[in-house]
């Protein structure tokens, strides 16, 4: 889980959007403070940038880096610092920003905020080195005693809450070693290098440490673990509240967990910190005190002014890693003997699980977190223990929800036993398929959930309606209005599990009945309606099938459609959180307009003039900073113009794209130089022009000296990134020139990702990743596959004939986690509808049944056909991620003309 998402839910119910976008309507939190209320001073301007509100005067002329100063803030006091702080900068000229609004302020300092930018509410910058110590010396004394949370990523000021770092002032940026961009500072050469903004201090190698600074590091280092009686042997999990870690006693040589608070950081939702929520723990496993399903208290200390909880370690793996390990569903046709047998265990650990909630109710506590990654499971899968009781409460005090798993927020109305007696609902379904995360969206995808569950596993059907009834209870509602949210828990916390048995959850908001008004600011949208919840039992949730084509198409394009807010100048279509990282996010072509466009088009939806307009404004002027890529930036935006016929602008845009520095680029098609030289080598097939053709072959060669110069050192395979990007722009390069060594760099390129590969269960051949093995398009052995395809259509290798057999087989699993293009069903769908291997999974209802299984992830939106984005707690229109990119993979399978991911048509049949 990218435990980011979860900000990007609250300012809107069925998309993911900016957190700064949250207005004064979602209970007071977006309301800004009194100082973000006021106009810029004479002689000053103000800019809003993302999440800040920065005030600058006009005649200031500041450096392009060097040291700034942080002043961090709990949420009680930041009005009051704001205050003061702006009435110290104000009458001296010195330029500063915020956050402007307590809601900003506590998603800043949530539990599963990044932990780099945790505590940073405001920002000063000194003109220079001696200012720096003179700011910092005034603010220090005028914030003397104002509590707030450590800044992780600085070097505090003596003991109160103002704190430095060496950085950038300007907007800059520079493509770091992996040839993503990143914000950037000048090195003693004068080039540029990402400015890193890490969870600990890092001083740059060409600076020098001021004089009046040293003191402050030398503090820094004076808290050490010496002195307790505990080593600590290995981090299990970090969060912004602190981190888990595995040791052992060194008076008994036991094994123990330490569970570490840092105060003021890791806000839940009433506000509460991490050490708060630790005392709640600790006071919660007293009182459970010799249940064997909870883990025991060892001991509780100080280190420093943060709080450590000492427990024992509770041996075995978390629930949610049996879903990997045993369930029949990750297989191509599971025997009824499996599906029986896993039926079976899966009500039995239900059973366990609803004894232990049972006896902590008894014992006057509620758990408050239930969740598939807070249920360990005992080796010999006989017994379970429940983990992390931070949310813990007294069942008479009826508490609401504060922290929560995406897949078991429970409902708004739902309090003390309740809560958990929910997440016991949504455990009977998640169980046997984990997609409870769409409740998030609508709660009356729960009955839909059970008909796929009763279709599949020989479970008792009162099983699954009971859970519907309780989820449903108070009738369907969609997710929580915007101040009304728990925190997020990706299961982590108590890290008393294995690392390599906890791969990242998802998140989700809260859930609550009724409705919000219509956000006037969030630009006009093409319809004012809202995703109406349903619960239409066990027929007809959906308004149309996937398979049902071209019903399923045209309901896809509408929903897309109804989506558009052609008055934002961010976005058109909602789509993934990316949107909002980069300029022209919202238009490129993986995450943006131009993807949802190529979709559209291709799918004979008809040209959408709006829309294109909409586009071409977007990239009037790029921004500094905008992407170079194909998927993440400007080579796909030109890429798509010229398709729809805006031929002119797009050659523009390429001549940007032309006269950057392309030497630090990575090689790789999603941002790098194999994505570019395929949209210039379209383009100089499109327009004519010989000097793109070259251009392209300028990128071939960058892209072989690249890819040869890291081997198998590269870090990552596949399509979008790893050597089959770069092998697709050499073979098409083959196909224009002739020249065979451009076919055999792309074998080579090939073979280097297969070589990153294993073969896994019944043989399917999926990337490995370390921890975890992958078959998707974008990241995963699929992707290789499209390309073995095309390459086998002008050679022929064994082990390449061989692979993309076996790749097939990893396109068979009856169930994936996520229904996107490149990290879920759809991608499957693409690629089989593509491949011209033969054999066990290629036929035609083969192919019919990856289709039906997007249903599954599937959600109405405004009566149409949609789907829902990454880690699926809100919908997304674009391609990479949501509804866009299933309406090409379905128009792949289904559609009478050829419908093509780019550079990858379908092949000539024969091959």
């Known amino acids: 889980m990218n435990k980011g998402y979860a900000v990007f ?115 000063v910058y000194p003109a220079d080195d001696a200012q720096c110590r003179t700011i910092a010396e005034d603010l220090d004394a005028l914030l ?177 890693s049996f879903f990997a390990r045993r369930h029949p569903l990750i297989e191509q046709d599971p025997s009824p003997e499996a599906l029986a047998a896993y039926t079976a265990w899966a009500l039995r650990i239900h059973g366990l699980v609803t004894e232990a909630v049972e006896a902590v109710h008894a014992r006057g506590v509620t758990f408050n977190d239930l969740h598939l990654f807070n249920i360990m499971v005992s080796e010999d899968e006989s017994s379970v223990v429940l983990l992390d009781f931070e949310a813990a409460a007294d069942v008479n005090e009826e508490r609401r929800q504060v922290i929560a798993n995406p897949g078991f927020v429970a409902p708004a109305d739902r309090r003390g036993k309740d809560v958990d007696r929910y997440a016991l609902a949504c455990l009977r379904i998640a169980l046997f398929l984990p997609l409870t995360s769409l409740l998030a969206v609508d709660r009356g995808k729960a009955a839909h959930l059970a008909d796929i569950v009763a279709a599949n596993f020989p479970v008792d059907r009162a099983f699954l309606d009971e859970a519907v009834a309780e989820i449903t209870r108070g009738g369907p509602a969609m997710s929580a209005s915007p101040g009304r949210r728990a925190s997020y828990s ?27 008004a219509p956000d006037s600011s969030l630009g006009r949208r093409a319809t004012d309606s809202f995703l109406e919840p349903c619960d239409l039992g066990r027929t007809g949730y959906l308004p149309v099938e996937p398979g049902d084509w071209p019903h399923s198409r045209d309901s896809m394009a509408a929903a897309i459609r109804a989506s558009a807010t052609f008055g934002r100048d961010d976005r058109c279509f909602p789509g993934d959180i990316a949107q909002f ?19 559209l088009a291709e799918t004979g939806c008809g040209r ?137 760099l792309a074998a080579d390129a090939l073979r280097r990702d297969l070589d990153r590969c294993v073969r896994g269960a019944g043989g399917a051949l999926q990337v490995d990743e370390g921890w975890r093995t992958m078959p998707y398009l974008g990241a995963g052995s699929v992707g290789i596959g499209m390309v073995l395809d095309d390459w086998l259509g002008h050679g022929g290798d064994e082990r390449f004939t061989r692979a993309r057999s076996e790749i097939v087989q990893a396109a068979q699993a009856k169930f994936y986690a996520q229904p996107g293009l490149f990290r879920g069903a759809a991608g499957m769908v693409l690629h089989l509808s593509r491949t011209h291997a033969t054999g066990p999974g290629t036929s035609a209802a083969d192919l019919a049944r990856q289709i039906d299984v997007l249903a599954w992830h599937a959600l109405p ?51």
């Open 490 to 516: 990706s299961g982590g916390a108590s890290g008393r599990r294995r690392a390599s048995d906890s791969p990242p959850g998802r998140q989700a908001p809260d859930s609550s009945p009724g409705r919000r």
């Open 9 to 123: 839910c609250d300012a809107d119910r069925r998309f993911y959007d900016a957190p700064h976008r949250l207005t004064a309507d979602g209970g007071g939190l977006g309301r800004p403070y009194e100082a973000a209320r006021r106009d810029a001073p004479a002689g000053w301007q103000r800019h809003r940038s993302g999440d800040w509100l920065a005030y600058r005067p006009l005649d200031a002329e500041l450096p392009p880096q060097g040291w700034k100063i942080h002043v961090s803030a709990c949420l009680d006091n930041a009005e009051k610092v704001l205050a003061q702080v702006w009435d110290y900068c104000v009458p001296r000229e010195i330029a500063f920003k915020f956050m402007p609004s307590r809601y900003l302020l506590h998603t800043r300092n949530a539990k599963y905020a990044d932990r780099a930018g945790s505590g940073k509410f405001i920002t």
């Open 861 to 911: 939106y405004e009566g149409h056909l949609a789907f829902p984005g990454e880690q699926m707690m809100r919908l997304s229109m674009d391609l990479a991620t949501g509804t866009a990119g299933c309406l090409l993979a379905l128009g792949a399978a289904l559609h009478d003309a050829p419908v093509r991911l780019p550079f990858l048509p379908p092949p000539p049949s024969g091959r």
């Open 144 to 320: 003397a005693g104002e509590p707030g949370p450590y800044i992780l990523s600085d070097l505090r000021w003596g003991s109160g809450p103002v704190y430095v770092r060496y950085g950038s002032f300007t907007e800059r940026h520079c493509l770091s070693d992996e040839g993503e961009l990143r914000p950037a500072v000048e090195d003693a050469d004068g080039r540029l290098v990402p400015d890193r903004r890490e969870p600990a201090f890092h001083l740059p190698p060409w600076v020098t440490l001021p004089d009046f600074l040293r003191p402050h590091l030398a503090a820094r280092s004076a808290t050490t673990t010496t002195g307790i009686p505990y080593t600590i042997e290995r981090a299990l999990h970090f969060s912004n509240g602190g981190g888990v870690y595995a040791g052992r006693d060194d008076r008994t040589g036991r094994t123990i967990v330490l569970k570490e608070a840092r105060p003021h950081a890791g806000l839940a939702a009433d506000g509460a910190d991490a050490v708060t929520r630790l005392e709640r723990e600790k006071a919660a496993l007293e009182r459970l005190a010799g249940l064997a399903c909870t883990p025991e208290v060892l001991d509780w200390f100080s280190l420093g002014d943060h709080r450590f909880l000492v427990l024992d370690f509770v041996e075995g793996r978390a629930l949610n």
């Open 581 to 599: 990282a980069v300029p022209a996010g919202g238009a490129c072509f993986a995450y943006g307009a131009a993807g949802v466009l190529h979709a």
């Open 608 to 744: 959408w003039p709006e829309a294109e307009e909409w586009l071409l404004r977007a990239v009037r002027t790029p921004a500094p900073g905008t992407p170079l890529g194909f998927y993440d930036g400007l080579a796909g935006i030109a890429w798509t113009l010229d398709r729809l016929g805006h031929t002119a602008r797009a050659l523009e845009l390429m001549d940007v794209v032309q006269a950057q520095d392309w030497s630090g680029m990575a090689p790789d098609l999603h941002s790098g130089l194999a994505g570019i030289g395929l949209a210039l080598d379209a383009l100089g097939a499109s327009t004519g022009d010989g000097s793109l053709h070259r251009a392209a072959l300028r990128c071939g060669r960058l892209v072989a000296e690249k890819t040869a110069a890291t081997g198998k050192a590269a870090r990552r395979a596949g399509l979008l990134y790893g050597g089959s990007g770069a092998a697709l722009l050499q073979l098409r390069l083959y196909e224009r020139t002739g020249d065979t060594h451009l076919l055999g």
